[in-house]
C-alpha cells in the first residue's frame, strides 16, 4: 500500500486583528440590517463581495475603514482542509507517510507568503500558479470587550483563487492514495460543486473518502431555509463518501431540517456510511453502519477532560479555539492512517470509527494550548509527544477496558 494521504480544499491566510471595537462607529455602519444582505454579524462569516454590496464601497475600502488602515496584528495559515494536513503531516510524516496538499495559488505577493507558510510543515504540496489571481483570505476581527468580556469574532472572506480552483487543477497522481481528505470545500466553490464527481473517482481508484464540511456560507446566502447541497444536487455525494465531519449547526443545515435529532435521521438515510457530528465542548455524536467501518450505531465521546482540567489550573496555558475542528480532523485522519497500515500487515479488519474519533478529540483539545490553526514545533515529532498524555489519560480514565 501507498502510505499516503492526499488532501486538498480550503487554504488561505488569516489576518487577525486582536482589539477592533464592535461598538465603534466604523463597525456599527456595517452591521447587517437583514439575514443574507452581506453586513456584518458578530460570530459569523461575510464574504468582502458581499459587504462591499451591502455598503457601496470597494472591498479595500470597506476593510480599511473596519481597520483603520494599520497592519494586522498576526498573519496565520488557515483553512480547514490544511491545517488538517499539517497535524497529520507533523504526526505521520515520522511514520513513513506522505501528506500531500493539492491546491492553487494566485501570483501575487500574500500567494507567495502562503507557500513560505505551507513549505515550513511537512506537507507536501502539489500546487498550480494561475496568473492574475490573489490569495484566498480571512479578515478576522476580534472584539475582547463584547458580550460582558467573554468576547467575539467577526470573519470577512474573499475567496481569491479559491474560486477559480477547478477539478481538473488536481493532478491525475492525486488519486492514486488510499486515503484522501476533502477539507472545507465550501470556501471552494468550484470543487465544492463537482464533490459528488471528485469523491466517486477516488472511491473508483479504492480510495477511503472523509469529507470535512465548512459552514456554507455561500449557499446560506443564496437559501437560507433549504438544504445545503453537498455536491451535484442531483446526485449528492453522500453515498461515496466513507466518513463526513460536521460540526452541529452543520449537520442541520445540511439536512435542511430543524433540530439535530432530525439531522442524525437524514444522514443515516442518505447514503453516507459512517459520520462524526462535533458540538464544540460538549460530547460529540458518531454513527456507522456498514462499509469499511465496524458498526457503531450512535455513540457519544466526550472532549478531553485532561485539557479542561489542565487548562482550569493553568489558565496561562490557553490559546483559543481557533482551529480545534480542523485539528480534529487532522486526528481523525491520522488514525485511520495508521490503522490501514495495520491492515495492510494483516493486524486489522474493519476500521474503528471509536478510535479514531478519540485521536481527533485529543488532536483538538491539543490545539486550545495555542493561538491559530497550525502549531509550530519547535523540533520534529513534538506534536507526537505533547499528544501522549492527553491520549493516555482518555484511554484510561475516560473509556477504561474499551481500547488499548
Known sequence: MKKRIAGTGCCLLDYLYTDIDFSAQPFQSFLSKKGG???????????ASGLAGFSGMSEEECLKQ????????????????????????????????????????????ASEEMRRFVASYPVSLQEKTLPGTCVPSTT?????????????????????????????LLEDDFFDAPLFLWGGTGLVPPLHRNLTSLVKRSKAAGGVNVVGTVYDFLNESLDPEGPWPLGDPAEPAYPWIDLLICDQEEAVRLSGRKSLEDAV???KESGCRAFIITRGADPLYLYTKDGIFREQAGL???????????????????GDTTGCGDNFVGGVMVSLARQLDQAEAGEGGLLNLLEAAVEGVCSGGLALYRKGGCRVENSAGETKLLLEPIRRDYYENTLPGVLK
Open 140 to 168: 478576522v476581527l476580534s472584539d475582547p470587550r463584547y458580550n460582558s468580556g467573554a468576547g467575539e469574532r467577526t470573519f470577512i472572506n474573499r475567496l481569491g483563487v479559491a474560486d477559480s480552483f477547478e477539478p481538473f
Open 300 to 318: 457519544s465521546l466526550p472532549v478531553s477532560p485532561y485539557v479542561n482540567k489542565d487548562l482550569h489550573a493553568n489558565p496561562g496555558k490557553r
Open 66 to 109: 473596519l481597520t483603520g488602515g494599520f497592519p494586522p496584528d498576526a498573519v496565520n495559515l488557515g483553512g480547514p482542509g490544511v491545517v488538517a494536513m499539517v497535524h497529520a503531516s507533523q504526526v505521520l510524516a515520522p511514520e513513513g507517510w506522505d501528506i500531500t496538499f493539492s491546491g492553487v495559488f494566485g501570483d501575487d505577493a
Open 37 to 47: 444582505d452581506g453586513g456584518l454579524v458578530p460570530g459569523q462569516l461575510v464574504f
Open 265 to 267: 435521521t437524514f444522514l
